[in-house]
């Protein structure tokens, strides 16, 4: 088949989804717009190579208000776009792992996440060390990736130092291991082109089947130092995945790479709503819902976009009509506002801050996931390569907008 142009636009110049974004009318799921009624895929997100450079500077988000982070003019231009546009405030810190389209699944992004995720693990830990005089300046230290840790300490010292001990020894496991192999593969392939494909494709493989089988094998349950090791196991088996699945792109094999990610993203889901029905559950009968976020006890740390998204991995509440969620909210609401749970704060306040941390985490990167795989499908409905939906470098600096619809019709 012969070559496929590929039809994008930058964002802003994309009227009707900007209109449909801030209307409602269109969400965004992972690295796609969707229609809000359909469900159907409207877009494809793509970023500009020197917006992928730029936006990897921007720490991850604070967990509490109070934290904030200098941004240069220019970085902090593009982040204003993409938040402003797309409802990225709180976008999980751990789904940093993977883009926002198929442009920044390339190997020396992937590299770079894998590498920014290990000093995450590093930097949590230093912070145990270090100790800090209140939860906020630990979270603004910390600034992204685990970082939901810091909360579900603060209340025991005794819990400080059982984290801190099983940080540094997570940090020597096979888990860390693993992603320095992925990442040492990804990083030879992004410097040198002749790397061959069977290598990465064999790493890959292997840390995705290692890291998946950790993920899901740990029990579900508010334990700091599971949450840690159950978040970089899944962080790494989505970063395997994507990789692997790039590499059968890159190689002209789109119908094995749409298998392998249909059958990953399946797997993937389940394993996040296990955790979601884990971690919503509740002795009050009113409180067994993610839409407990939404009350008003939570509003200055939990913002409405990440609510949602935790709705989409929680059995319980997703597809609910819009009366029966708002009145989960109300009742969630009344429960929060009694005497015997306003007497709870602020451990119990930071404990659901965490909770909401962690399985938005799971949400983003469960539906970046569906995202690729979305990309995949296309490739194999089209005949494009991977390498042919990368834009160029001078293509402006900025988001960019694929209209699968388009690209079929030129297929």
């Known amino acids: 088949m012969a070559h496929i142009e590929i039809p994008t636009t930058l964002i802003e110049h ?11 009318s269109l969400k965004r799921f992972g690295g796609v717009v969707r229609d809000a009624g359909t469900g159907h895929i409207v ?14 500077q921007v720490p991850g988000p604070a967990l509490l208000r109070g934290g904030s982070f200098p941004l240069s003019a220019a970085v902090a231009g593009i982040h204003e776009q993409v938040g402003a546009t797309l409802q990225l405030a709180q976008v999980a810190a751990a789904a940093s792992v993977i883009n926002l389209g198929v442009s920044l699944v390339g190997f020396a992004y992937m590299a770079r996440k894998l590498q920014r995720l290990q000093k995450a693990i590093e930097s ?61 593969v990804l990083a030879a392939r992004a410097r040198f082109a002749d790397t061959p494909q069977s290598a990465i494709a064999r790493v890959a493989a292997r840390v995705r089947w290692l890291m998946a089988d950790q993920a899901r094998r740990a029990a579900a349950q508010l334990d ?72 008003s006890r939570f509003r200055e740390h939990v913002l409405p976009e990440r609510v949602e998204r935790i709705v989409r991995i929680s059995p319980r509440d997703r597809g609910l009509l819009s009366e029966d969620a708002w009145r989960r909210r109300r009742e969630a609401e009344l429960e929060l506002d009694m005497s015997h749970m306003r007497e709870r704060a602020p451990q119990w306040d930071y404990e659901q801050i965490a909770i909401a941390e962690f399985l938005d985490g799971l949400s983003e990167l469960a539906a970046r996931l569906e995202s690729v795989h979305a990309v995949a499908a296309l490739c194999d409905e089209t005949g494009a390569k991977a390498r042919e939906l990368m834009l160029g470098p001078d293509a402006r600096p900025g988001l960019y907008t694929l209209d699968p619809a388009a690209m079929l019709a030129k297929g």
């Not at 270090?130 to 603060?154: C, H, K, S, T």
């Not at 692997?244 to 059958?263: D, F, N, P, T």
């Not at 409180?287 to 009350?295: D, I, K, S």
């Open 14 to 24: 994309d009227k009707d989804i900007i209109e449909g974004l801030a209307t409602g």
């Open 43 to 56: 877009r494809h997100l793509l970023e500009a190579p020197r917006t992928t450079e730029s936006l990897m």
């Open 124 to 184: 949590v830990h230093e912070a145990m060390l270090a100790g800090f005089a209140r939860v906020e300046e630990r979270l603004v230290a910390i600034a992204g990736q685990l970082a939901y840790l810091v909360l579900l300490a603060e209340s025991s010292r005794a819990e400080q130092e059982r984290i801190r001990n099983e940080l540094a020894e997570l940090h020597r496991t096979t888990l860390v291991r693993e992603l320095a192999d992925l990442y040492a």
């Open 224 to 295: 700091p130092c599971v949450l840690a090791t159950v978040d970089v196991a899944t962080q790494g088996w989505a970063a395997a995945t994507t990789a692997e699945a790039y590499v059968l792109l890159e190689a002209g094999q789109s119908r094995e790479a749409r298998e392998l990610l249909a059958a990953e993203s399946a797997q993937f889901k389940a394993h996040a709503e296990r955790w979601a029905t884990a971690l919503l559950s509740d002795e009050r009968r009113e409180l067994c819902t993610a839409y407990r976020f939404a009350a």
